[in-house]
């Protein structure tokens, strides 16, 4: 993939994110029948951790039992920020991967060790107040590999 083709993909992947934040919010603040419904009904809550590197994808398993999975030490490192986005009180959180792509606003949140990562890996979440990050009309979707 070239770096085009890599930061078109990490901003539509942002925009993704931060559309689906929004969504999740407006959900919690006017639930859709049946929700408004069902007592004890809370808003739902997510975390997104956007991160690029080199995976494995593909059916796994014979006829009787397949499934499609995604494998990798970048699906490791995904999952972990994943875990840590929680624990930083974040809803979207990008590695330095994803990071270098993008020239939308970010705020650093540091080096941070995750389990079964050898070395500690720079996080990022996207600047709030300071643009949006959606993808604009006339961007370029991203390629397909």
């Keep these: 993939m070239t770096e085009l083709a890599a930061a078109l993909c990490a901003k539509a992947a942002l925009a993704a994110a931060l559309a689906a934040r929004a969504a999740i919010a407006r959900l919690g603040e ?3 029948p049946p929700l408004d419904r069902i ?4 808003p739902l809550s997510n975390v ?5 590197g080199d995976v494995f994808f593909g059916n796994v398993g014979a006829a009787p039992r ?3 999975t995604v494998i990798g030490p970048a699906v490791n490192t995904a999952s972990r920020v994943e875990a840590m986005a929680k624990a930083l009180s974040r809803t979207i959180v990008l590695t330095e991967p994803v990071a270098r ?3 939308a606003p970010l705020e650093l949140l540091g080096e941070h060790a995750l389990r079964g990562v050898d070395a500690p890996v720079r ?3 996207p600047a709030e107040g300071r643009g949006d990050g959606r993808a604009s009309r006339d ?7």
């Design 48 to 52: 997104i951790a956007l991160h690029a």
């Design 39 to 42: 007592a004890g009904w809370r």
């Design 139 to 145: 961007s370029a979707p991203c390629p397909r590999a």
């Design 101 to 103: 792509l993008l020239d």
């Design 66 to 68: 397949l499934d499609f």
């Design 30 to 32: 006017a639930p859709p």
């Design 123 to 125: 996080l990022y979440a």
